[in-house]
């Protein structure tokens, strides 16, 4: 489904709708919708960032890897790519501080852990963004790129054969490596 919304480009993919479906449908009594929400805040932080450095939204395009916003401007000096990176990870942090104080300690943690799985050094994720704005003639990414995401199908499998219920870290794991892997340098 293709929508203008102002002067900014909306695609929302078959497989976004699809991803989100089935995680509602395989966690129903975990806090999906919550994730959910939290992920879209974590997406406006990226917006507000790019606002702030006075970047125009051109595009906003919801796919099977998640949310990308693409701007006016294909290339933006490393500082401002690190800092629109970093707009997600830096909202869940606040979202967490005032769920903490509100005394939402479950929904804090979710927002706590969606900004530090965010931060992760793999190339799809804002940890890798913010390690390619910073260091961009690097084959570094990459490399911790497929080693964090190795080590998380690892601890996944270790999970879901310890817990024989909890499959999350493992979907995500697969989920991140196929990311990687279908990623064009």
Not at 88 to 103: E, K, R
Not at 140 to 158: A, D, M
């Amino acid at each position: 489904m293709n929508f203008k919304l102002r002067d900014i480009s909306i695609e929302v993919s078959f497989w976004f709708v699809a991803v989100i479906a089935l995680m509602l449908t395989l966690f129903p009594e975990s806090q999906a919708f919550y994730c959910f929400v939290f992920c879209i805040i974590h997406e406006c932080g990226h917006l507000l960032a790019m606002f702030l450095l006075k970047r125009k939204v051109t595009s906003i395009n919801f796919g099977y890897f998640g949310i990308k916003i693409f701007t006016d401007k294909k290339f933006l000096p490393e500082m401002k790519e690190a800092a629109i990176a970093s707009g997600g990870p830096v909202i869940n942090l606040f979202a967490a501080a005032i769920l903490f104080i509100a005394g939402q300690e479950n929904l804090a943690i979710m927002n706590l852990a969606l900004a530090f799985f965010n931060l992760l050094p793999v190339s799809i994720l804002d940890g890798g963004h913010i390690l390619s704005a910073l260091f961009p003639e690097s084959k570094t990414v990459k490399t911790l790129s497929i080693l964090c995401s190795v080590f998380l199908l690892v601890f996944g499998i270790i999970i879901a054969i310890y817990s024989k219920k909890n499959f999350t870290l493992l979907i995500v794991s697969l989920y991140i490596l196929t990311g990687i892997i279908s990623k064009k340098d």
